[in-house]
């Protein structure tokens, strides 16, 4: 391989991922943005009873763990291979007791991966229903966000058995930009509901010159056991 072309790939992988890193978080935020009147915990005691005394129903998750510690490292290491930060990057910002999320991301050669953990925790409210009946909502909507642009391409909706009471995968292929060069990417996101709170991972590799695409059944794998350590990390 010509050393030109090695720098080359190097040099960009920085400027990859934080186009990624942007991808990644821009679809559950404009969801969470777009549906502010179904989402959120919001004031818990304000939505907890409404003017005539009538009371919501209780939610199991009363809180969030930190989204950067929903994986171990050992989890991390394994799907993000050279990852320089296994701690993982915080991405978002607000209330991190009803929302966080948490990314990852290694170049072992040219074999690029992305991980990005999502959590999204919905209060019961009288007039919209309980915390579990929004974070099912929510759950299709995170399924669905993908269809919409018009850059994802094959995509593949598949339910998965055993995990939360709701959970779906989609697998499809995109293509990102840097400058003027682009990359080919094969993607998976799972979206578990687990009661009132929403889990969505977007795991996501390419292989830049001569490195070959990962496999999509792989990925889904990967996702899938990425999505049930996640749920584990509820209390």
Do not use: H
Not at 154 to 164: E, F, Q, W, Y
Not at 187 to 203: F, G, I, K, L, Q
Not at 215 to 228: T, V
């Amino acid at each position: 391989m010509p050393r030109k072309a090695q720098r080359t790939t190097t040099r960009s992988a920085p400027r990859l991922a934080r186009t990624l890193a942007c991808a990644a978080v821009a679809i559950p935020a404009l969801l969470v943005s777009g549906c502010s009147s179904d989402s959120g915990g919001g004031d818990a005691a304000g939505s907890a009873e409404d003017g005539g005394g009538q009371k919501a129903a209780p939610v199991k998750f009363k809180e969030l763990p930190d989204a950067c510690k929903t994986l171990s490292k050992g989890t991390v290491k394994k799907l993000t291979p050279k990852t320089e930060n296994a701690g993982g990057k915080r991405i978002g910002a607000g209330n991190t007791q009803d929302s966080g999320s948490c990314l990852w991301s290694g170049l072992d050669k040219f074999d690029y991966r992305q991980l990005t953990v999502s959590l999204k925790r919905f209060e019961s409210d009288t007039s919209r229903g309980s915390g579990d009946k929004l974070a099912a909502a929510f759950t299709e909507q995170q399924a669905d966000a993908l269809k919409t642009d018009k850059a994802n391409k094959d995509l593949k909706t598949a339910p998965v058995n055993g995990l939360g009471e709701q959970a779906t995968s989609i697998s499809y292929k995109s293509k990102k930009k840097d400058g003027k060069d682009s990359e080919d990417f094969t993607e998976e996101r799972v979206v578990v509901r687990s009661a009132n709170v929403v889990v969505t991972v977007d795991y996501s590799g390419a292989g830049f010159e001569d490195g070959k695409a990962p496999k999509s059944e792989d990925l889904k794998k990967d996702a899938q056991n990425a999505a049930k350590e996640a749920v584990g990390s509820l209390k």
